[in-house]
């Protein structure tokens, strides 16, 4: 742990958003990676639980593989049992007095120290098991896995560092004073398979405000969560902060939503289990210490709407990428277009062009634009929405799924001439788009059609030349969207620039990678101290004319 004098006045390293490598060929880093790749295939570590920095391994294994090469195990794992998770709840309230009461700054020290090694030793390791473990490009891995989640650990120092520095105003004879505590008890958290920064991040910022956490990984994001805690604990995170709890999410759910110290929840994944989450914490509100603090990012069925004075071009590189990049496993992934008549047959060709130019297969091949979908249960979901599309709507390109080696899903596009069919209003998470065309005088019925037919309000886009239109859009589709797009597509939010979440039925809207986030997981106290007090209870009003 580092130390510091306690009479120093402190102020972190400027922040700045990590820089994307490109991996052309020929260069180093693409040498590099190519290389930690081949050496991972080769790899199958065993991971365990970890309590206290105690690694358990309950016998009980499961196995992760490849989505792309299902037959290829990429590590095998031990399911937690009960006692473990009430273990690893101890654990985390003996580790919570000290960690707790550590200065901000060794707290931060930890996670800049994680995020200088991701951004150098430890990069190719993340980005490797990410693509290994999820099947993601060496581009959208790269995105995530070592610059989001290297930003997530550097802004956030950045904004507690503002959060703690906020003081109220102390008029003459006073001192004021705000102390930003921990919460009391432990932080639940559930993170998904998509996205390896939301896993550091989940479990990360409420353990660089001071608190200890229980951290469930994703069964189908092991590999990267494994390696995640490990480049953690080399960072100097103490043992006991994070408890990682591999294992099955409605017994681990159970018994951390029912402890007396349950402080808080972070989750991404389903708006329906973070409902079925939130009844829970309902039903046992009587039993907490404290209200504990719920934050989730959950579905959504993002939008991107063209104006007829829409960039054409703009437009159809915006929907393929929106749409399409990491297989449409993205919460912010577009999933429905609504474009006017007189644009659509150029707009129909062009996204059909570059989806049959799309190459779809082994992330290890570097040329390829897309991988497989996460697992056999996704293969199969959205397998029967193209079939449901190939009877009630039609389908201009893909369509197609081959599960024999991987679980491949081609890029869909589908056409609906009904503005409320399932393919326009339910969430998919796969790389199906569907589009509705409108006439182009009903920009502003159209504009209140896309605002009401989800339930979802996580990201959005629209393309416009006519500034009027631009102006008009932002306020119909003020509330159907937490990130909101101006001629670019709704997808790629950056750290520090457009910190994310939705609201409605895409979660609470707490920003990820901003200081919202982190007021979740503090309790402020006010100190007043008065330097010199009444000695007389009486006021002057008191006292005769």
Known sequence: MTSFSPSAARRLPPVVNDPIRAYAPGSAERASLKARLAAMEAECPDIPVVIGGK?????????????????????????????????AIADGQRAWREWSETPWEARAAVFLKAADLLAGPWRDTLNAATM??????????????????????RFNAHFAQELYHEQPVSPPGMWNQS????????????????????????????????????????ATQMLSAWYTLQLLHEA?????????????????????????????????????VFNA?????????????????????TGGKDFIIAHPSADVQAFAVAVVRGAYEYQGQKCSAASRIYVPKSLWPEVRDRVVAMIKDIRVGDVNDFRNFMGAVIDQKAFDRISGYLADAKQHAKILAGGGCDGAKGWFVEPTLVQTEDPGYRLLCEEIFGPVLTAYVYDDAKWSETLQLVDR???????????????????????????????????????GAVVGQQPFGGARASGTND??????????????????????????????????A
């Not at 473990?133 to 070592?146: L, N, P, R, Y």
């Not at 939503?257 to 989750?267: E, I, T």
């Not at 239109?469 to 709704?490: M, S």
């Not at 990820?512 to 402020?524: E, F, M």
Request: net charge neutral.
């Open 55 to 87: 690694e358990i391994r309950s016998g009980e294994r499961m196995q992760a593989v490849s989505p792309h090469k299902h037959g290829h195990v990429t590590a095998t794992w031990h399911k937690a049992t009960a006692d473990d998770v009430r273990a």
């Open 132 to 153: 290994l473990g999820q099947s993601k490009t060496v581009f959208q891995s790269e995105i995530d896995a070592a610059c989001e989640m290297v930003d997530f650990f």
């Open 179 to 218: 102390e930003y505590r921990a919460l009391e008890g432990f932080v639940y958290a559930v993170t998904p398979f998509n996205f390896t920064a939301i896993g550091g991040n989940l479990c990360g910022a409420p353990a660089m405000m001071g608190n200890t956490v229980l951290w469930k990984p994703a």
């Open 236 to 272: 100097g995170l103490p043992k006991g902060v994070i408890n990682f709890l591999p294992g099955d999410p409605a017994m681990i759910s159970e018994i951390a939503l029912s402890h007396p110290d349950l402080a808080g929840v972070h989750f991404t994944g389903s708006t329906g």
């Open 277 to 297: 989450m939130w009844k829970t914490i309902g039903q046992n509100m009587g039993k907490y210490r404290s209200y504990p603090r719920i934050v989730g990012e």
């Open 453 to 491: 037919t989800s339930p979802y309000a996580l990201t959005g886009a629209v393309f416009a030349q006519d500034r009027a239109a631009v102006a008009e859009a932002n306020v119909a589709l003020r509330h159907a969207a937490g990130n909101y797009y101006v001629n670019d597509k709704c997808t």
């Open 511 to 544: 920003k990820a990678g901003s200081k919202l986030n982190l007021l979740r997981w503090v309790s402020a106290r006010t100190i007043k101290e008065t330097f010199v007090p009444p000695h007389d209870y009486t006021y002057p009003f008191m006292r005769e």
